[in-house]
């Protein structure tokens, strides 16, 4: 599995950029910002992009959606609960002090058990409401890895005070759907650095009994 890990944007949103090393298909994981990097690595790697994945409508991590399905013509998917979000881009631009990006069109929601496949590769949507009421979280079960959004962060949680965010509803998410997973599965949260389901079910605040 071809996956590289990058900061976008001021907020420094992980965008990953994940491919079949033998097919060379691909997909990339929340394009928030600098589509020129992402489209560097796309090129390094000599992918082809079958899907441009949303974990959630917030503007670091949807920003640059529409520049790089320009660049790739991959459909961009975003579950439909963060529709509403998505029309609120100008504001949450206002709020973080960046130029707008315009309208992004959403070309298929991602639901529930989803299968996303580049390639070999296969991961499974994972709807886990809390920050936003659309959040998702893309695990790939033959690698153990989850790429988890701004739901799990090394030692912490997605803020639930934005429009659409509930604290009752993320806490349930992690204990009912993300503490269900392996131990040994690595996250690599929507900013930070990368843990694992093991490290955070023992000290995260969030998340210990
Ligand atoms: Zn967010």
Redesign the pocket.
Known sequence: MIHEIFPVGPLQCNCSVIGDEATREGMVIDPGDDIEEILALVHKHNLQIKQIVIT?A?I??VGGAMKLRAATGAPILLNQNDYALLRMLDVQAAWVGVPTPGKVEIDQSLGSSDKIKAGSLSATVLHTPG??EGSVCLYFPAEKKLIA??TLFAGSI??TD?PGGSFDKIIRSLHGTLLKLPDDTLVVP?HGPLTTIGEERESNPFLVE
Do not use: A, K
Request: negative net charge; aromatic residues 0%.
């Open positions: 959630h917030h670091d991590h920050h936003t959004g701004d997605g803020r934005l929507g």
